[in-house]
């Protein structure tokens, strides 16, 4: 994928971002031990809503935002050029984030916790501990592809990006997950604004066990800084002559 020709920015690389904290670092340990004890899959330290929320984000990323993009649409647009142009926006950017999200990941080719932390006494770090039976909140959704940057979050930035620039960023929308849980777990959950979604990815991709913080952070800025390119200069609104 991180090979794929971009839809609206120059190349994957355009927006890379630096590389992942260094494995001797303080920032790395910190990193380290927050997934290390929010992620497990035996965690005495995730509380109950945040491993509802980890399991509410366990669906696939790109059905739940076109299910989401879709009951957006419905609500809040009666245009069907306003529908078309708000659908193709943000399917731009989501695409071209995630082809850059992929460039990143084939260019810094950085491990997952699940191998970070089993390996954790070998990686130079006195402030990591290693835990060879550590596993991810869900060790069936862990990716068999590099850590760094964060796909979901990437897109994620894309797509609330976009619609904060279509919409402005406060909307009351709900988003439904596939993942069918029984009450109190809230599906679908319901937002005010579209960075608040946003936060929710950045912190839920660690409570499953499968990120470090700054893929999270770094994924979502650089979805965003994608989403204020294609908005910028492509598909712009066309006025009627009676609107001029």
Do not use: C
């Not at 609206?8 to 290390?36: C, M």
Request: net charge neutral.
């Amino acid at each position: 994928m991180g090979a794929v020709t971009p839809f609206t920015i120059k190349d994957a690389t355009q927006f890379r971002s630096p590389p992942p904290p260094s494995l001797d670092s303080g920032k790395y340990a910190r990193e380290f031990n927050e997934t290390k004890a929010l992620g497990s899959i035996n965690s005495t330290t995730r509380t109950q809503a945040q491993t509802d929320l980890a399991l509410f984000y366990s669906d696939n990323f790109l059905a739940l935002w076109e299910r989401t993009l879709r009951g957006i649409a419905d609500t809040n647009l009666n245009n069907i050029g306003d529908s078309a142009r708000l659908f193709v926006l943000a399917n731009l950017a989501a695409a071209d984030a995630l082809i850059a999200a992929w460039d990143g990941k084939r260019f810094y080719h950085f491990w997952r916790p699940m191998t970070a932390i089993q390996n954790g006494n070998d990686d130079g770090n006195p402030r990591t501990a290693g835990d060879a039976t550590w596993l991810p909140q869900i060790p069936t959704n862990n990716p068999p592809y590099p850590e760094f940057p964060s796909g979901a979050n990437s897109l994620t930035g894309a797509m609330t990006r976009t619609l904060e620039r279509f919409f402005g960023n406060k909307m009351t929308f709900s988003v439904r997950s596939a993942f069918v849980n029984p009450p109190p777990m809230q599906n679908p959950r319901t937002y005010q604004r579209f960075s608040d979604m946003a936060d929710d990815v950045v912190n839920v991709r660690i409570y499953q066990g499968i990120h470090f913080r700054t893929a999270e952070v770094v994924g979502r800025k650089h979805g965003t800084q994608i989403a204020d390119r294609a908005f910028s200069h492509f598909l712009r609104p066309v006025h009627n002559d009676d609107d001029r």
